[in-house]
């Protein structure tokens, strides 16, 4: 019987599959989508189609939910940076998820900033909603609502989740990896001029997946393949203890 509930939010629906995944190898089982078994709790998180605004071709942006025994958390996919103004609004208009969770924290990418400062950020957008929400990465702060921020790839260099993939592919899938990488540096520099950062490592993810998933995305192999398993917890070991920690996840 569930009576605890946690908010993760992330910055996209291909941080969302990461987390996801991650929290299926602590243990927990993911909601498969069926109306009729969704807990009430959640239920303000049900899409309304078409929104307000009447954009028939707006993502409908229901979170992925998993639970364990006693817990069930709701993974939100915000719009990048977007999140800090997506997530507020949510709620805002719903105080159970401000008043009646057990958790609450961020999983961000540090790409055009460092972790601090990436921390600083969400500390300013939901501080005013968690009181002693963290300003520091991989921290979780106790009380009766837990916060926390972990900034990828590790609360201290810049990067993004596939900067983390990559590590975990290079346990994993060590061969395809380097096929990838020869393939993604055959190509003269004037070719990947309109790279932005980190573009190099989810190219890499990206040619890995077109063997182990061709024709699907790097969110599909990201939740379908083996790169986050018992075989790569070591690299995800910091992830995995702050997600522990903040959800109390034994």
């Not at 346990?171 to 020869?182: Q, S, T």
């Not at 573009?199 to 790097?218: R, Y």
């Not at 203890?241 to 034994?250: I, P, Q, R």
Request: proline content about 6%; some cysteine; overall charge negative.
């Amino acid at each position: 019987m569930v009576h605890r509930y946690a908010i993760l939010g992330v910055e996209g629906p291909h941080d969302q599959a990461f987390v996801g995944k991650v929290l299926r190898l602590m243990g927990c089982e993911e909601y498969r989508g069926e109306r009729a078994k969704l807990d009430p709790f959640w239920e303000r998180f049900v899409p309304v189609y078409p929104t307000k605004t009447g954009q028939l071709y707006v993502r409908l942006d229901m979170p992925s939910i998993l639970h364990k025994g006693d817990l069930s958390v709701a993974v939100y996919a915000g719009e990048g940076s977007k999140l800090r103004k997506q997530l507020p609004a949510i709620i805002d208009n719903h105080d159970p998820f401000r008043h009646d969770i057990n958790a609450f924290g961020i999983v961000a990418d540090a790409d055009k900033k460092g972790a601090g400062a990436v921390a600083q950020e969400y500390h300013h957008a939901f501080g005013p909603y968690y009181s002693g929400f963290p300003e520091e990465p991989g921290v979780v702060a106790p009380g009766s609502i837990r916060t926390g921020v972990f900034v990828l790839p590790n609360n201290h260099d810049k990067g993004v989740l596939d900067t983390l993939i990559v590590q975990c592919g290079e346990v994993i899938y060590p061969k395809h990896l380097k096929a990838a990488r020869n393939f993604v540096e055959s190509f003269d520099a004037q070719d990947k001029d309109h790279w932005a950062p980190f573009d190099h490592e989810k190219a890499l993810v990206a040619g890995v997946a077109s063997i182990l998933q061709p024709g699907k995305t790097n969110t599909v192999t990201i939740k379908q393949d083996l790169w986050i398993s018992t075989e790569t917890a070591s690299v995800l070991n910091h992830l995995i203890s702050f997600l522990a920690v903040l959800l109390e996840l034994t």
